[in-house]
Every structure is written in structure tokens, then in C-alpha cells.
């Protein structure tokens, strides 16, 4: 969302969403081979760098559908999930921007989480956006009003919300669920996974997973009219796992019995997983672990996997 609020005009140009594949498709035969190489073969990798201009009479002559629109104080410009668009100053002006989610949205971050995995580390906290969702939504509400006010404007909209929030949160429970029942492997001492809440966890535990979490830049943000540290935060924070890619919120996956006894050295060899590659690591891939540095062949003990819950709380049960 643009507001210009004083001097001169600014100019848009945009491209529907629905001509997306057909830029894509200019972009790619026009752009540099030895940048596009660099970024995997990925153009949305090199736009997301916003190093390059790309006229609009590039697109227009070869058949894509570009829109214009000139922009005069107190004027507002509003541009949908996955709209290309670009702007120019006339001249000296006074303008703000900011990137607000509108309703029916979680479909579109969990897409772009998918899109960006192990790619760039450009991350929507979707499951912390979800988690408090469904904190508020208990309470009536929908983040910055109320529940039935949201529905009744974008029923088709908002019902959709509800049904990505219930399907991604029940799939974690069921994988959760699933790995908790899984057979013990040989290392675990004929124990199987357990599960604790991240303030319940060992300080080893919990300094490990904090040290290999993304960090937060800036202060936390706190919703009107809310306690501080009552809500979750938006911050980017999330734990990246090296085995594939992902960065999740929701709860980490760890070995107690290597942090402790691998010390310093946990950092980077302690196994750290999400539900994904969990089942992996924590069989042959966690015994191959036990054979590297001398450090690591001299581990005994339980290997039993612990799932650390990092957003569960008194309102919200994962």
C-alpha cells in the first residue's frame, strides 16, 4: 500500500498477476546468462536483489498486458499478491509505503515459503502469524478487529484463512504424532521421542537451539492495546535446519545427549531437525554422525530424540 501525502506526482506501471507467466517468460530470454546462472535459474532471485529496471515498453512490445496509473497527492495505490509494478518520482515528494496481508493470505505465504526454501533467506514467520492467529480467533478476534466483522465483509476470504490454519496446523500435529510413535532406532536406547516445552527444556537444550535460531532485528512488535510479550512477536527468528532447508517456528528437533556431551562442538554437528528430515537424521544418518571427530565417536549414552515446542503456550496447545 503507497499513500503519496505531499508535492510531486509519482507514476505506476504494473502487470496482472495473470500475466506473470508471460513476463516470466521475457525475463528470462532477455536477462543475463551469467546472472541468471549465478542465481539457479531462479528470475524471481535476481528480482529480489532490486538491482535491475525493466522498462515497460520492454514487456508491452512483446504482448504483455502493462497498466499506468499517475498518482497525485492524497492518493492511496494498492497492489495485489504477486502484481509486478514499479514507480517514478515527478519530482521531490513526500510518500509511505507498507506491506500489509490482506484476508485470504496464508495461501499465499505458504507458497512463498515453499518458493524461497534453501534458496535465500527471505522468510514470512507464516507459523508464528498463524499461532496467533488462532490465539485471537479463540477470543473472537481477527487481527486488528473483530472475528464476524472480517467474515461478513470477505466471508469466501476469511473462510478460507480458517481452512489453510486448520489443514497446516493439523498436518504438524499429525507428523508430530507420527514421529512421537515411531520405533526406536538402535541409538535410542529402546526409548522413543519425547516432547517438551521450550521453557521446560534444558538450558543446554535451549542455548542451543537460541544460538542456531535466525536473529531478530529491531523491537518486537506489540499489536494496540495489548500487553508487551502477551503476543507473538513478528519477529524473523525462526530455526534454520542444514538438512533441508526449511525454516520453521513452530518446534525444533534435537539430541539432549550430544549437546551435552559434544559441549562447543554441538554448534555445528548436533543433529537439528524439523519434522521434515527428522525421521532421516535421527536413524543412519545420526549413527554416520557418531563416527566423525574423535569428539563424536566418544558419545554414548540414550540418542533418543526430544521435540522442543518453541510457540506453545496457555491459549494455543501444539
Not at 496446523?169 to 532406532?185: H, R, V
Not at 537460541?210 to 525462526?238: F, M, R, W
Not at 543433529?271 to 525421521?279: F, G, I, M, N, T
Amino acid at each position: 500500500m503507497f499513500y503519496l501525502q505531499a508535492d510531486a506526482s509519482k507514476f505506476w506501471w504494473f502487470i496482472p498477476a495473470s500475466e506473470r507467466p508471460l513476463a516470466e517468460r521475457v525475463m528470462r530470454e532477455l536477462m543475463d546468462l551469467v546472472e541468471l546462472e549465478a542465481a539457479g535459474g531462479d528470475v524471481w532471485t535476481v528480482l529480489s536483489v532490486k538491482a535491475c529496471l525493466w522498462p515497460a515498453t520492454l514487456f508491452l512490445t512483446r504482448g504483455v498486458r502493462v497498466g499506468f496509473h499517475k498518482m497525485e497527492p492524497g492518493d492511496f495505490v494498492v497492489t495485489g499478491y504477486g502484481v509486478l509494478h514499479s514507480g517514478f518520482n515527478g519530482g521531490p515528494n513526500v510518500a509511505s509505503a507498507v506491506n500489509t496481508a490482506c484476508t485470504a493470505w496464508f495461501s499465499y505465504a505458504m507458497e512463498h515459503a515453499e518458493h524461497w526454501r534453501n534458496k535465500l533467506t527471505i522468510y514470512i514467520p507464516f507459523e508464528k502469524l498463524l499461532v496467533l492467529a488462532s490465539q485471537k480467533l479463540t477470543a473472537g478476534e481477527w487481527w486488528c478487529g473483530d472475528a464476524q466483522t472480517y467474515e461478513s465483509l470477505e466471508p469466501e476470504q476469511f473462510q478460507q484463512d480458517i481452512k489453510d490454519m486448520v489443514s497446516y496446523l493439523g498436518k504438524y500435529l499429525d507428523d508430530t504424532q507420527a514421529f512421537l510413535e515411531m520405533e526406536p532406532d538402535a541409538d535410542w536406547a529402546v526409548r522413543k521421542a519425547t516432547i517438551v516445552d521450550m521453557m521446560r527444556a534444558s538450558m543446554g537444550v535451549t542455548k542451543f537451539i537460541v544460538h542456531n535460531s535466525i536473529q531478530p532485528k529491531g523491537t518486537p512488535l506489540v499489536l494496540p492495546n495489548e500487553e508487551t510479550g502477551a503476543v507473538t512477536d513478528y519477529s524473523v527468528d525462526g530455526t534454520s535446519f542444514p538438512h533441508c532447508g526449511v525454516v520453521v517456528w513452530l518446534s525444533v528437533i534435537v539430541c539432549p545427549t550430544c549437546i551435552e556431551q559434544l559441549g562447543e562442538e554441538a554448534g555445528p554437528t548436533a543433529p537439528l531437525c524439523c519434522l521434515r528430515c527428522a525421521p532421516t537424521m535421527f536413524g543412519r544418518d545420526h549413527d554416520r554422525l557418531r563416527q566423525g571427530s574423535p569428539a563424536q565417536r566418544r558419545l554414548t549414552g540414550c540418542h533418543a530424540p526430544v521435540v522442543v515446542q518453541r510457540l506453545s503456550n496457555r491459549s494455543v496447545y501444539l
